[in-house]
């Protein structure tokens, strides 16, 4: 048998004697009694020399226990485990250390000792047997013994000898206060956070418009404000909203004005004569000016006044005709008839506005006015509602829910008509009547207004049991259209209609109610009182939001006040895209006043950031390979990047507070203006600006107007090219053709400059200037740079050249100006060099009267001479006049 055999077979032999020998260790630690834990014992060295190390079984690596059961067992030594510590001498001499090298080597071949290894007790009293490294031979080992070694010369403590090594303790980061939406709610006149009742679902109920007339600018002013406040919690707050508006088709004002419509072309289908148009004009106008005399709103005045002075315009010149004989009156009568249209249908009203039975008048007239609603949302870019919902389709509920606040006790019944029980509702506890304007209460002109024109008679009055009391439930007179109820026929109070149709749609309680100003007292205080009566709580609505009146020139807009722009007008001055950023860029809560300085500047603001798209999109068309895109960023760009951070983070704080879009639009401007001096100084130092910085700049800024609803489409960057629907491939398919015409046209100039052919140049000079504006078409020439090619649209190109030839046109007319003023003071110079010096005062014989040889006054007209003072400054001018004729005579000697 070979020595490497017997030593295998007792390396085998050895190891499970070992494995036993722990075991029956370990049985009789558990059995004896004996406290501390088993030992092993070891020596090192023989006869006097003999030292014996002592390990404990249960402080030790089981496997290196193995390993020195394998190494003293079969080698040279016997090891005993006893917790008595009983041990028996070596019986041979033998290499110690390179013996336990190669049994530390073959342990260690299948382990990993390096990747975080720590250092245990048996590891360093394994170490303390080797004096020396290991032979090179053995490789494992003797990086284990360097590997010790080094861990040895750091100082590792007691604790991370003993310690498994672990992960060290991670320091969280402080992190900043995030911004938290708040939104300014009218139920507490302060911002509260925004906070939606069922998760990421918010359910908005907005007033929508009565319609019996156009929709103007005012009502633009809530529902363009509306949308926006919508657009940015759906599209930047990422809340799932649900949007319900209403159609106001069942009021006292349509029906008033339905009825005299109906009245008024009924008079003119009769074609009356000029004495009767007269003589019903002189009727009508009696009860109007006794209506005028008691007004006392200055707003409602000044309109009444405005009416007036229209029929005694046109009253004038048909009185002086008749007057006259003249037979040409029937054109007057009908320019009379037209100035008095309101007057006189209102009188046609009130004389047989009750024999009015024609009931589809009254559904004719909403209709026709709904569909022009319509039309103006979607010119102005208005969201449709998730849900519509028409008064005349939810009568039936509008019943059962005023059947339900009555047998809930904050209502009762009054001749046919149901009335709520306001003094009843605000004495209840849970309840509180007026949340919104509790300082209203009493205000009889604001309920009157309230209840409408055709509900505040006497008779009707009386019916209720306080002047502060509504109705829910009107009795229907002749004249007015009905529906069956339990209290007879009858049609729904105003402010029930909401609440019955925003109570079906979304249930007994909502997260916004909004609408505009005015709207707060009574409507909407009534609306909170019946709904809460209805749904017995005191939370029907969670956040009320109120847009800011809109006003012409300081006076509020309204229909009733005919003082106001409609919608169709607005749109034939400016786009819709002007329209929104002129209330983006106002606060949408507080008052805006429509006027040319308000729309030039929303003009400015939308020209400013149209220049920075167009300025982007040429950079980048600027031809690049692929790993061209990314360059390396300087200080300029690291600069512009925090900026550019910092202006998005104030952007968010501006909408988190109150969706303050004003501040936004003007951190907005800031980060152009930033961007803008980055581009000019790259140009300047001929260097080509960062494409993904200015990129990402440019689809933020995009991104936002987008979620504003200034821009439709799916560019990433810019306005649309080419209005709504034409702008999603018309610059990607033209802008190749145009970047070929723009270098030839580039490479014709260098020639004519080269070779001074100015009508080349006056030609591509034609081209810049006259033909391609009209394409909608901007090619801008810059020194040392390639030509920058820009769509733009056709009506501001045309706009622009006027305004660029306005101004060369006054640059001319000053220039010539200066040029004759700078002649007739050349001519004056002239005749002045004229005089000879001796003339020049003889002439003011009112100033003095006489003179020396020189012509020198030397006295007054009085005949005083002259003071010293006096003398002292008529010489200076005497001796410049010396100068100046001197300097005409040369002139003449020398033939000039």
């Given at each position: 048998m070979s020595p490497e055999t017997v030593r295998s077979s007792r390396d085998s032999a050895a190891v499970e004697e070992s494995q036993v020998a722990l075991s029956n260790a370990k049985h009789k630690t558990q059995t004896s009694g004996l406290r501390g834990p088993p030992v092993i014992c070891v020596p090192h060295g023989c006869g006097a020399q003999t030292r014996w190390f002592r390990f404990p079984v249960l402080a030790c690596n089981t496997l290196l226990l193995l390993l020195f059961f394998f190494f003293f067992r079969t080698r040279y030594c016997c090891i005993s485990i006893n917790p008595q510590l009983s041990c028996r001498p070596p019986q041979t001499q033998i290499n110690e250390e390179a013996t336990l090298a190669v049994a530390l080597n073959d342990y260690l071949t299948s382990r990993s000792y390096l990747a975080g290894f720590s250092v245990s007790q048996a590891d360093h009293r394994a170490f303390k047997l080797l004096h020396r490294p290991p032979d090179p031979q053995h490789v494992h080992a003797l990086r284990w013994y360097r590997h010790v070694a080094a861990l040895q010369q750091d100082g590792p403590s007691e604790s991370s000898m003993k310690a498994k090594r672990v992960q060290p303790p991670w320091s969280p980061p402080a992190g900043t206060d995030v911004p938290q939406l708040l939104l300014y709610n009218s139920l507490?006149?302060?911002?509260?956070?925004?906070?939606?009742?069922?998760?990421?679902?918010?359910?908005?109920?907005?007033?929508?418009?009565?319609?019996?007339?156009?929709?103007?600018?005012?009502?633009?002013?809530?529902?363009?404000?509306?949308?926006?406040?919508?657009?940015?919690?759906?599209?930047?707050?990422?809340?799932?909203?649900?949007?319900?508006?209403?159609?106001?088709?069942?009021?006292?004002?349509?029906?008033?004005?339905?009825?005299?419509?109906?009245?008024?072309?009924?008079?003119?289908?009769?074609?009356?004569?000029?004495?009767?148009?007269?003589?019903?004009?002189?009727?009508?106008?009696?009860?109007?000016?006794?209506?005028?005399?008691?007004?006392?709103?200055?707003?409602?005045?000044?309109?009444?006044?405005?009416?007036?002075?229209?029929?005694?315009?046109?009253?004038?010149?048909?009185?002086?005709?008749?007057?006259?004989?003249?037979?040409?009156?029937?054109?007057?009568?009908?320019?009379?008839?037209?100035?008095?249209?309101?007057?006189?249908?209102?009188?046609?009203?009130?004389?047989?506005?009750?024999?009015?039975?024609?009931?589809?008048?009254?559904?004719?007239?909403?209709?026709?006015?709904?569909?022009e609603y319509h039309k103006d949302m979607e010119a102005l870019n208005v969201l449709p509602p998730d849900v519509l919902t028409r008064v005349s389709e939810y009568v039936p509920e509008i019943v059962e829910f005023v059947k339900k606040v009555v047998s809930n006790g904050y209502g009762y019944e009054s001749n046919g008509s149901v009335y709520f029980d306001t003094s009843k509702f605000d004495a209840s506890q849970q309840h509180s009547y007026a949340k919104l304007v509790p300082e209203a209460v009493g205000d009889q002109k604001a309920l009157q207004e309230g209840e409408g024109d055709l509900s505040i008679s006497a008779d009707r009055l009386s019916e209720k049991k306080s002047q502060n009391d509504f109705a829910l439930w009107k009795a229907s007179k002749p004249g007015e259209p009905s529906w069956d109820s339990p209290w007879g026929k009858g049609r729904p109070g105003w402010h029930i209609e909401c609440s019955a149709m925003a109570g079906s749609v979304l249930g007994e309680s909502m997260d916004i109610h909004g609408g505009g100003f005015d709207l707060r007292f009574p409507h909407h205080d009534n609306e909170l009182a019946?709904?809460?009566a209805y749904f017995d709580n005191d939370c029907w609505v969670r956040y009320f939001l109120?847009?800011?009146?809109?006003?012409?020139?300081?006076?509020?807009?309204?229909?009733?006040?005919?003082?106001?722009?409609?919608?169709?007008?607005?749109?034939?001055?400016?786009?819709?895209?002007?329209?929104?950023?002129?209330?983006?860029?106002?606060?949408?809560?507080?008052?805006?006043?429509?006027?040319?300085?308000?729309?030039?500047?929303?003009?400015?603001?939308?020209?400013?950031?149209?220049?920075?798209?167009?300025?982007?999109?040429?950079?980048?068309?600027?031809?690049?390979?692929?790993?061209?895109?990314?360059?390396?960023?300087?200080?300029?760009?690291?600069?512009?990047?925090?900026?550019?951070?910092?202006?998005?983070?104030?952007?968010?704080?501006?909408?988190?507070?109150?969706?303050?879009?004003?501040?936004?639009?003007?951190?907005?401007?800031?980060?152009?203006?930033?961007?803008?001096?980055?581009?000019?100084?790259?140009?300047?130092?001929?260097?080509?600006?960062?494409?993904?910085?200015?990129?990402?700049?440019?689809?933020?800024?995009?991104?936002?107007?987008?979620?504003?609803?200034?821009?439709?489409?799916?560019?990433?960057?810019?306005?649309?090219?080419?209005?709504?629907?034409?702008?999603?491939?018309?610059?990607?398919?033209?802008?190749?053709?145009?970047?070929?015409?723009?270098?030839?046209?580039?490479?014709?100039?260098?020639?004519?400059?080269?070779?001074?052919?100015?009508?080349?140049?006056?030609?591509?000079?034609?081209?810049?200037?006259?033909?391609?504006?009209?394409?909608?078409?901007?090619?801008?020439?810059?020194?040392?740079?390639?030509?920058?090619?820009?769509?733009?649209?056709?009506?501001?190109?045309?706009?622009?050249?006027?305004?660029?030839?306005?101004?060369?046109?006054?640059?001319?007319?000053?220039?010539?100006?200066?040029?004759?003023?700078?002649?007739?003071?050349?001519?004056?110079?002239?005749?002045?060099?004229?005089?000879?010096?001796?003339?020049?005062?003889?002439?003011?014989?009112?100033?003095?009267?006489?003179?020396?040889?020189?012509?020198?006054?030397?006295?007054?007209?009085?005949?005083?001479?002259?003071?010293?003072?006096?003398?002292?400054?008529?010489?200076?001018?005497?001796?410049?006049?010396?100068?100046?004729?001197?300097?005409?005579?040369?002139?003449?000697?020398?033939?000039?």
């Open positions: 507490t006149r302060a911002k509260e956070p925004f906070v939606p009742q069922k998760g990421n679902r918010v359910t908005w109920y907005c007033c929508g418009p009565t319609v019996y007339d156009a929709s103007h600018m005012g009502h633009a002013r809530s529902y363009i404000s509306f949308d926006i406040l919508r657009r940015i919690l759906r599209d930047y707050f990422k809340f799932d909203v649900f949007y319900c508006i209403n159609i106001t088709d069942i009021d006292d004002k349509i029906i008033k004005r339905a009825r005299q419509n109906y009245l008024l072309d009924q008079y003119k289908e009769k074609q009356p004569k000029a004495v009767q148009i007269l003589q019903d004009v002189l009727s009508a106008r009696d009860p109007f000016q006794v209506l005028l005399a008691e007004t006392t709103d200055p707003d409602k005045k000044q309109m009444l006044e405005r009416l007036d002075a229209a029929v005694t315009a046109a009253l004038k010149p048909l009185q002086a005709a008749m007057e006259s004989g003249n037979e040409a009156v029937q054109p007057l009568a009908q320019a009379l008839l037209e100035s008095s249209k309101d007057l006189l249908s209102d009188w046609l009203d009130k004389q047989f506005g009750s024999q009015v039975t024609e009931n589809s008048i009254f559904s004719i007239l909403p209709k026709y006015w709904e569909g019946q709904s809460e109120h847009t800011g009146h809109l006003t012409i020139a300081g006076c509020k807009m309204s229909k009733s006040l005919k003082n106001f722009i409609t919608i169709k007008d607005a749109l034939a001055k400016n786009t819709a895209r002007q329209l929104r950023l002129a209330f983006l860029m106002h606060s949408w809560k507080d008052t805006l006043d429509y006027s040319s300085n308000t729309m030039e500047s929303a003009v400015q603001y939308e020209k400013f950031m149209n220049e920075f798209f167009l300025n982007v999109k040429d950079l980048l068309r600027a031809p690049t390979d692929i790993t061209g895109r990314f360059e390396k960023w300087e200080a300029a760009e690291m600069e512009l990047n925090n900026s550019f951070y910092d202006r998005k983070s104030a952007v968010h704080e501006a909408l988190c507070d109150n969706m303050d879009t004003r501040t936004a639009m003007e951190e907005m401007r800031v980060l152009v203006n930033q961007s803008n001096s980055y581009i000019a100084s790259r140009k300047s130092a001929k260097l080509r600006p960062n494409r993904l910085l200015v990129e990402s700049i440019a689809v933020y800024l995009t991104n936002m107007l987008k979620i504003f609803g200034t821009i439709e489409g799916s560019d990433p960057v810019g306005f649309p090219v080419g209005g709504q629907g034409q702008s999603i491939d018309l610059e990607s398919t033209v802008m190749p053709y145009l970047s070929v015409l723009s270098d030839f046209r580039e490479r014709v100039r260098k020639i004519a400059r080269e070779q001074k052919v100015t009508e080349l140049l006056q030609l591509c000079d034609t081209v810049r200037d006259d033909t391609l504006p009209e394409l909608g078409v901007r090619l801008e020439d810059h020194e040392g740079l390639p030509t920058v090619v820009k769509l733009v649209d056709k009506e501001t190109l045309l706009k622009e050249r006027e305004e660029k030839k306005k101004m060369e046109d006054e640059k001319k007319r000053k220039k010539e100006e200066a040029a004759r003023k700078k002649q007739e003071q050349e001519m004056a110079k002239l005749a002045k060099m004229k005089i000879p010096p001796c003339d020049m005062f003889r002439k003011e014989t009112d100033k003095y009267s006489k003179f020396d040889e020189t012509g020198f006054p030397t006295h007054d007209a009085e005949g005083k001479e002259l003071s010293k003072g006096q003398a002292k400054k008529l010489r200076k001018l005497y001796e410049a006049q010396e100068k100046l004729h001197n300097e005409f005579l040369q002139m003449n000697q020398n033939g000039n």
